[in-house]
């Protein structure tokens, strides 16, 4: 993994994916008017949404998550999207990805499908199919793949589990969603295909890595601009999938 895997990074001002700048004035931070009787916590985390340049933008541009400024920096700089695309997005709510997956690859104006799936409600995405439930729920995953029409382009997971405080027991939460949206992965995608899923620092295991390497060209971690630095999100992006399942089905994590 040579590929230093930061994508949309700038120097100087800090600046959303469209450029502009948004230094605040005289670099002051800007407090959240109804702080009291809040949570220390909650007052930190309104804080920083306020102060948050992709935050802004998201807002001003539309999207229903900052989360979406993070997939538009990785697709500007790996070119993952293409017109007519068959895309399954796992933990799409509340529907960022979903906007920038949807623009990307002309929804509705071709052959291109788009399908996700959540344990919470997604407002509707025009010409979309989007499922509430949860990706550990096997009949549901059916549905999903019907729905995408057998096989897809590229399957991409935010999810994360819900944080317990724990370090360690987040990460592997965290890990066995990467690994479920992997095995679902290597069901569905087509020759070349991408996968594109959220992971801790320290990234993937090295055994799911392995795996991975195995069944596609590259794999590589990628950290987007709109990822705080201060996170210890990351996200790992494995492109030109050529699996052992290419044609019949499933590949056995274990056996690959
Ligand atoms: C960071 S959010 C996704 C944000 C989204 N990418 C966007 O741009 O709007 C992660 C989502 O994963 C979902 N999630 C977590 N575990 C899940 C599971 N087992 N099945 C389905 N969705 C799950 C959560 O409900 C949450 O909405």
């Not at 550990?136 to 995953?141: E, K, T, Y």
Request: contains cysteine; aromatic residues 6%.
């Amino acid at each position: 993994m040579k590929d230093s895997g930061k994508v949309g990074g700038r120097s100087g001002a800090k600046k959303g994916s469209s450029g502009r700048s948004y230094r605040g004035k005289a670099g002051l931070t800007r407090q959240p008017k109804k702080m009291r009787g809040r949570k220390v916590s909650s007052q930190r985390w309104l804080t920083r949404q306020l102060n948050d340049p992709f935050v802004a933008e998201a807002k001003t541009r539309g999207f229903r998550s900052r989360a979406a400024l993070k997939l538009e920096q990785i697709d500007d700089r790996y070119k993952l999207f293409q017109p007519g695309m068959a895309i399954v997005d796992l933990g799409c709510a509340p529907g960022g990805w979903m906007q920038v997956a949807s623009m990307r690859t002309k929804l509705g104006q071709g052959l291109a499908r788009l399908v996700g799936i959540d344990l919470l409600e997604t407002e509707v995405i025009l010409d979309a199919e989007i499922f509430v439930g949860d990706i550990m729920d096997s009949a549901m995953m059916e549905c999903v793949r019907d729905a995408v029409g057998g096989t897809a382009d590229g399957v991409l997971s935010d999810m994360a589990a819900a944080t317990t405080g724990h370090r360690p027991t987040d990460h592997l939460r965290t890990m066995a969603l990467l690994e479920v949206a992997l095995d679902f992965a290597f069901e569905i995608l087509k020759r070349d295909g991408f996968f594109l899923a959220k992971c801790f620092r320290g990234g993937a295991e090295r055994d799911v890595l392995n795996i991975m390497k195995h069944n596609f060209k590259s794999v590589r971690h990628v950290k987007p601009a709109a990822s705080r630095k201060d996170s210890i999100e990351s996200y790992v992006l494995a492109t030109g999938f050529h699996g052992k399942g290419l044609g019949n089905g499933v590949v056995n994590m274990a056996n690959s």
